[in-house]
């Protein structure tokens, strides 16, 4: 219990490190929403469905149900990131969104493939604490 709220902590923390994408009011309406639709694919993994499809071997359902799950949880992962509220508040606020996600994607998993999809989040955080050793967040501007 202590190691996955742990994870959470730093996927927390690292999703609340990204820097969103800043738009010019000359932009359309189409090129902003376009724009934060990618910032949004980019906060969540939203872009690494393909990665999840195959080393997950998910079904046609299976990948239907994960995008949903995804899409839903970037919107509200993206409502507390703008919200008022403290750091610790938004902190609280993402974890329980973590833990819940969480939770969806165990229904929609098999135990194998929930164990598997548990050790990639694991490595995609050490992957995220190596990039970012000696700093705080992510780099801007990647």
């Avoid at 906060?43 to 899409?71: A, F, P, V, W, Y």
């Amino acid at each position: 219990m202590i190691i996955r709220s742990l994870v959470i902590l730093i996927l927390f923390i690292f999703l609340a490190s990204c820097s969103g994408t800043k738009n010019n009011s000359s932009n359309s309406d189409n090129s902003v929403t376009n724009e934060q639709n990618v910032s949004v694919e980019r906060r969540t993994g939203g872009g690494n469905m393909e990665r999840l499809t195959k080393e997950l071997n998910l079904s046609e359902r299976q990948k239907k149900q994960m995008r949903t799950i995804h899409d839903k949880y970037a919107e509200k992962f993206n409502a507390v990131r703008v919200s008022a509220g403290g750091q610790e508040l938004k902190r609280t606020q993402m974890l329980e969104l973590h833990e819940n996600r969480n939770e969806e994607i165990k229904t929609v998993l098999n135990g194998e493939q929930y164990t598997k999809y548990e050790e990639m989040q694991k490595e995609r955080i050490e992957r995220m604490e190596r990039r970012n050793a000696g700093g705080r967040g992510m780099p801007r501007g990647r």
